[in-house]
């Protein structure tokens, strides 16, 4: 009888000890994937010459810097022009309002407050006068 209650308990003991391994394994499988950008807002811009750029605004993750240092941008912007290119760009660092470029910046999409301005190879052409439609 004793002899049975002694391999009961082995038995329940490694069960116990499989279940917290599967679970911490489980555990570092969620933590280690980086969590998705969270949507901030949708807007949608009309420009000069009936041009739209309809803009998804996304917030990355917070990266911690030393003090002095400036902030690292984390967040993003889905943009589709009236003219059928869909781009997807990060942000950078803007003095002022949201900035967003390529990787050699041919591209600069910057939006403020309740405009919006498209930079190609710095010009400002085919998006031009650029506001938020009706709120």
């Known amino acids: 009888m004793k002899k ?67 902030p690292i941008p984390t967040g993003s912007v889905k943009i589709t022009l009236s003219d059928g290119r869909n781009l997807e760009l990060p942000q950078t660092i803007s003095a002022d309002g949201g900035r967003y470029a390529n990787s050699d910046e041919s591209f600069v999409f910057w939006s403020k407050g309740d405009n919006a301005l498209v930079l190609e190879n710095n010009v400002e052409k085919d998006y031009v006068g650029c506001v938020v439609a009706n709120k």
């Not at 391999?7 to 980086?34: C, D, T, Y």
């Not at 996304?58 to 400036?70: L, S």
């Open 4 to 70: 049975n209650l002694i391999i009961i308990l082995i038995a329940i003991i490694i069960l116990l000890g499989l279940g917290i391994w599967a679970v911490n394994k489980k555990g570092n499988k969620i933590s280690s994937i980086s969590p998705s950008p969270s949507l901030i807002t949708q807007v949608i811009y009309i420009c000069n010459d009936n041009k739209t750029i309809n803009a998804v605004f996304y917030k990355g993750e917070i990266k911690p810097v030393k003090p002095g240092e400036p």
